[in-house]
């Protein structure tokens, strides 16, 4: 009953964040998280085992995890020294070896790099490839209307919702080459969605994306890249800190690698139990095939004060 009351709000819901990635409401699923989306899609989509699928070298250690689980095989895009796609070596690869299709990670959880995802979503089209992107650390934080056949990603990270909910949208081409593993007699991509859910958090990533929309997503984009630049600017150098990313990067996401002799999941504990500042340790299981050390990330979402990134580079 409460959920058949909720459905109005729902719908809205799904509309919004498909609207988020240029998509409508019927091509989006709640699913429980980020990557029970991916593990949705591979499930349905039933490639063909050894199917080739392109990804970045820095890609996400569980989504690799995943591709094999499926019987699929990465294989590597061209990068530069940054780990940032190389467009010419893409194209270059679609023509030549075109994979069953490209997976973007956006932006990695490991690294604030803003991956040129609309240019690679133009170069995939061209080929007839489709392009999946990992839009965890993206959706809410830089722009996700790039032109993606498949977007997936998750309240609880940038658009600040609840847990335990995650969105898979596929254009409509993709969702017809999609099989549920149960036939569900609902329409579009819902049949992907569980029947028996986690209804209040769908709702509450409903009001996190209705909040998000009143402030403005490009004016939530533009002050989280405003962020990153503070942050970057501040931190970069700090008792021997180094941070990864280009200073003016569009993405407040922030990595520092520590000076030699420095453990960094030491690092984490300290400043949260003595200035209670959170961040993330990174150890390069995250992204075997980029890091070959761990990092400090910080995150600092838009309500971060310059105090508070003041406050972090002294507790550094
Ligand atoms: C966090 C994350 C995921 C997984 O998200 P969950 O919702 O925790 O499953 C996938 N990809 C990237 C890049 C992430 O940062």
Redesign the pocket.
């Given at each position: 009953m409460a959920e058949a009351a909720a459905e109005g709000l729902l719908q809205q819901g799904r509309s919004v964040l498909a609207g988020l990635v240029g998509m409508a409401a019927a091509d989006l699923a709640f699913v429980e998280?980020?990557?029970?989306a991916f593990a949705t899609l591979l499930t349905g989509w039933r490639l063909p085992a050894g199917a080739r699928v392109a990804c970045l070298p820095g890609e996400?250690a569980?989504?690799i995890a995943q591709l094999g689980a499926h019987g699929l095989r990465p294989e590597p895009l061209p990068v530069n020294d940054l780990g940032r796609a190389d467009l010419d070596g893409v194209a270059r690869l679609l023509e030549t070896e075109p994979p069953r299709f490209v997976h973007l990670?956006h932006v990695?959880?490991h690294r604030g790099v803003l991956q040129p995802a609309a240019e690679v979503a133009a170069l995939c089209r061209a080929a007839g490839v489709p392009l999946v992107l990992?839009a965890?650390?993206s959706l809410g934080h830089v722009d996700t209307d790039v032109g993606a056949d498949v977007v997936y990603g998750?309240s609880?990270?940038w658009l600040t919702g609840p847990r335990g909910v995650?969105l898979l949208v596929a254009r409509p081409a993709i969702a017809a080459e999609l099989v549920p593993v149960v036939p569900a007699d609902r329409a579009g991509m819902r049949a992907f969605e569980s029947s028996e859910a986690h209804v209040a958090g769908r709702i509450g990533l409903t009001v996190s994306v209705g909040e998000h929309l009143a402030a403005g997503p490009d004016r939530v984009r533009e002050r989280l890249a405003a962020i990153g630049r503070t942050a970057r600017g501040l931190l970069d150098g700090v008792s021997g800190w180094t941070v990864v990313e280009p200073h003016d990067e569009p993405t407040a996401t922030t990595t520092l690698r520590p000076p030699d002799g420095v453990d960094v999941a030491a690092t984490r504990a300290r400043l949260l139990a003595e200035h209670g500042i959170v961040l993330t340790a990174i150890g390069p299981e995250r992204a075997p095939g980029e890091m070959t050390g761990p990092v400090l990330r910080v995150s600092p979402h838009v309500d971060a004060t310059l105090e508070d990134l003041e406050a972090l580079a002294a507790a550094l």
């Open positions: 998280s980020a990557q029970a996400y569980p989504n990670l990695p959880s990992d965890a650390q998750t609880r990270k995650g």
